[in-house]
C-alpha cells in the first residue's frame, strides 16, 4: 500500500538552481537539493529532463543554488517555478551576481547561495541528478528563516510543478468533505485567491484555457483552500 | 570563498534509514532522504560507506525509511546515529514491522514511513547513493510535525555526526565570543547537560576518554551551548 500523504512528511527546501553565463542564464525552482559528501562538499540538484535549465547545466558545468527565504514573494517562485526558459527569460529583471564559475546567481529573496561545478550527472529516469563540488557558498541574510516545502505547502497553499520530482497527482490524494458551498482556490505561483462567492461562479466550470488574471498560470495550477 | 554557515540554510530532515531482515537488522540517523522522481517515485538515501548499515542495505537490496517526529526522544539519535551496529544491536527493544520484502521499519517516533527497493547503488566518494523505488508507504501519526535537521540543531542542539554528508568541522564555523568564565554543554546524543559551573570543572580539561554519563556517547559528541 502507498499512501502518499506520508511522502509529504520529508523535509525540503525552497531553491533557485541557476546556470548560464552573462550572455544567457536560466532556473528553476528545486525543492530537491542536498550535500551528498562532507570532504570535499559535493551537492546534488535533480533536474526534470524536461527543463531548459537541465539543458543548460550540462552546456555549462556548473551551477548555483539560491535558498529562498520564508517570507520570499510568490511571485519569484511564479517566474521560475511556473514557466519555462524557452519562453521568456527568466533572468531579466533580476538582482544578479557571477560565480567564480560564470555562472548566474539570482540574490532576489534569497538568503544564502552556492555555487557548484558539475563533476558527475546521473540519469535516474525522469530527472537528471547533477552532483556538484562547492566552490563558493555565502550567507546574504542572517536574520531570514530558510523557506521550507512544508511551510510552501501549508502557510503559502503551494503544490509542487508537474516536472518535480516531488508532484503529486491530486486524484491520489485522499478526498477531505466539502466545508460549504463555496470555495476559494489560490495560485501557487503568485498566491491570488479566487473566491468563488465574490465571482459568482464555480471554479470548476471556468473553461480550461482560463488563467490566473494576476500572473497568468494555468487554471491547473490552483489549489483548493 | 567558502562561509560554512550557508550549509545549514539547506533544509533537511531526520529519518531512520534500516535494512537487514527478521533475523538481523541495522539502522542508522539519515538527513539526506529525498525523491528524485515522481514516476515512479523512487527515493535516494546518502549513506557513509563506513557505516554498517552501508553493507547491510548492500547485501539486502532494500532499505526503510522512519521519519521521527519534533519531540522524538533524544535517545533515539543517541542509538541510531552515534553508535555502531558492528558493536550493538540496534534493533534490540525496537518496535518493528517488517516490510514487503522482509526490511524492518523502527516504528519508534516515527510518524510515516517508506520502503524501498534498490535500484541504482551511486558511488559518490565518501558516501554511497542508494536509489530505491518506492514499495509501501505509510502514515503512523496525522497530529505531530516531523524533526527537521534545523529544529533537531536549534532547538535540540544536535549535531551531525562525522559520518554525515552534512558533517562540518567545528573549526571551520565562525567563533562566538565567550559568553561568560562557565559554559554548559550538551550530549548530541541524548542532551544531557554538563555545566561547568555545577561540575567544578571546566569541560576542556576533562579526560578524553570521559564519556556522557547518561548514554555514553564520546566527550566529541558534545556542543557548546
Known sequence: MINYEAL????????????????????????????VT?????????????????????????????MLHED???????????????????????????????????????????????VETIDVGT??????????????????EPLTYLYYRRVKKGVAPKNAPTYVDKSKLEKKPAEGEYAKYECAACGFVYDEEKEGKKFDEMPDDWVCPVCGAEKDDFYKL
Do not use: W
Open 127 to 144: 530527472h537528471l541528478m547533477f552532483i556538484g563540488e562547492l566552490v563558493q557558498a555565502e550567507v546574504l541574510d542572517e536574520s531570514l
Open 38 to 66: 562532507s570532504q570535499p562538499p559535493k551537492f546534488a540538484a535533480c533536474c526534470n529532463k524536461d527543463n531548459h535549465t537541465a539543458e543548460v547545466i550540462g552546456s555549462t558545468g556548473s551551477f548555483s543554488v539560491s
Open 8 to 35: 509529504f512528511k520529508i523535509s525540503y527546501g525552497l531553491y533557485i538552481v541557476s546556470s548560464g553565463s552573462k550572455d544567457y542564464g536560466n532556473g528553476f525552482i528545486s525543492n530537491t537539493v542536498f550535500q
Open 72 to 118: 520570499a514573494a510568490a511571485g519569484i517562485i511564479g517566474t521560475f517555478g511556473y514557466k519555462s526558459g524557452k519562453e521568456i527569460n527568466k533572468m531579466e529583471g533580476m538582482e544578479l551576481k557571477y560565480g567564480e564559475t560564470g555562472v548566474p546567481i539570482v540574490l532576489n529573496e534569497a538568503i544564502a547561495f552556492l555555487e557548484c561545478r558539475v
